[in-house]
């Protein structure tokens, strides 16, 4: 499908942060929305809107009907957001029972909204630092909590249910995500604690971009399952990222060198399979990075 002008496509989690702007790009685009939400949202823009689980084969069996293309949004986006069993459990069977839908109905396309958390280091127990920068597909997992099992088990269904029912699929592997304010803010947090920002690699995502990125990857014609980084080209922290990880990580090696606050990440995926290149960044005065922090 070289568009979405047209199609009907479902948006699980639609009531999310990156749902909500997500709906209403697709409608924008031409697209006729089907919102998948456990809550009504009086701010949803989709012109069928269920309230439902995405754990319940039923429900989304409804979502479905119609449908044209997938974006499973719907899930526990942390840790500690939840008990443990739920976090996980929601989780791993939402995506599954959405992709093996999806492909038994034979749907060509999905995106996922995967995390920077599948490699595991960003919500580690442990102190740990990344293997290298920049962080890359293939950069080493050290997975010690549930919700970034989760996270990489939901890149293992996407490539099943490709195999299995030929279904393509996309995860997009997001940073945290927000509003403009609220990174803004982060970055205040970040400027005076900046060594708590290293295994994200001091990345993110303004939510109008995530959303953007979602379109992108329906409209894409990659074929397979793919999962790859996603991040505006610059960090969140005021300092450079040079001086940063030599500071907060001496001892992972660097691939390459970094321009002033280039963000640590491999973002070629991003741009070679769905075009993507964040279009909002946080303004920041690049600073030198005090002794004393």
Same mark, same amino acid.
């Given at each position: 499908m %070289?568009?979405?002008n047209g199609a009907r496509v479902l948006v699980t989690g639609a009531s999310? $942060?990156?749902g909500v702007v997500t709906s209403a790009r697709l409608q924008r685009a031409g697209a006729s929305v089907t919102a998948l939400s456990r809550e009504e949202n009086p701010a949803l823009e989709a012109d069928r809107i269920i309230v439902g689980?995405? $754990? %319940?084969? &039923?429900?989304? *069996?409804r979502a479905l009907e119609g449908a044209d293309l997938v974006v499973h949004l719907a899930a526990l986006a942390h840790r500690d957001i939840a008990p443990a069993y739920d976090v996980y459990t929601t989780n791993v069977v939402s995506t599954f029972n959405v992709l093996a839908q999806a492909g038994a +109905? !034979?749907? @060509? +396309? *999905?995106?996922?909204? !995967? %995390?920077?958390? /599948? #490699? !595991?280091? @960003?919500q580690n127990i442990h102190e740990v630092t990344p293997a #290298?920068? @920049?962080?890359?597909?293939?950069? @080493?997992?050290?997975? *010690?909590?549930? #919700? /970034?099992? %989760?996270? $990489?088990?939901? &890149?293992?269904? *996407? $490539?099943?249910a490709w195999r299995h029912w030929g279904i393509d699929v996309v995860t997009l592997r997001f940073p945290h995500v927000n509003g403009a304010d609220n990174l803004a803010a982060i970055a205040e947090e970040l400027a005076a604690a900046p060594?708590? !920002?290293m295994r994200e690699a001091w990345s993110y995502l303004v939510t109008e971009d995530a959303a953007r990125a979602v379109e992108l990857s329906l409209t894409a014609s990659t074929t397979g399952a793919h999962a790859f980084f996603l991040a505006a080209n610059s960090t969140l922290a005021p300092y450079r990222t040079e001086d940063l990880l030599q500071r907060y990580a001496p001892g992972a090696p660097r691939l390459r060198r970094f321009v002033e606050r280039e963000v640590p990440i491999d973002l070629t995926p991003a741009r070679e399979l769905i075009g993507f290149e964040a279009h909002h960044e946080i303004p920041l005065e690049t600073l030198d990075l005090p002794d004393d922090l």
């Open positions: %070289s568009g979405i999310g $942060r990156i689980d995405t $754990r %319940s084969q &039923e429900d989304v *069996a +109905r !034979g749907l @060509p +396309r *999905a995106v996922v909204a !995967g %995390s920077i958390n /599948s #490699y !595991g280091l @960003p #290298y920068f @920049p962080l890359d597909t293939d950069i @080493p997992t050290d997975i *010690a909590d549930w #919700y /970034s099992l %989760s996270k $990489r088990n939901d &890149e293992n269904t *996407a $490539r099943m060594r708590d !920002g």
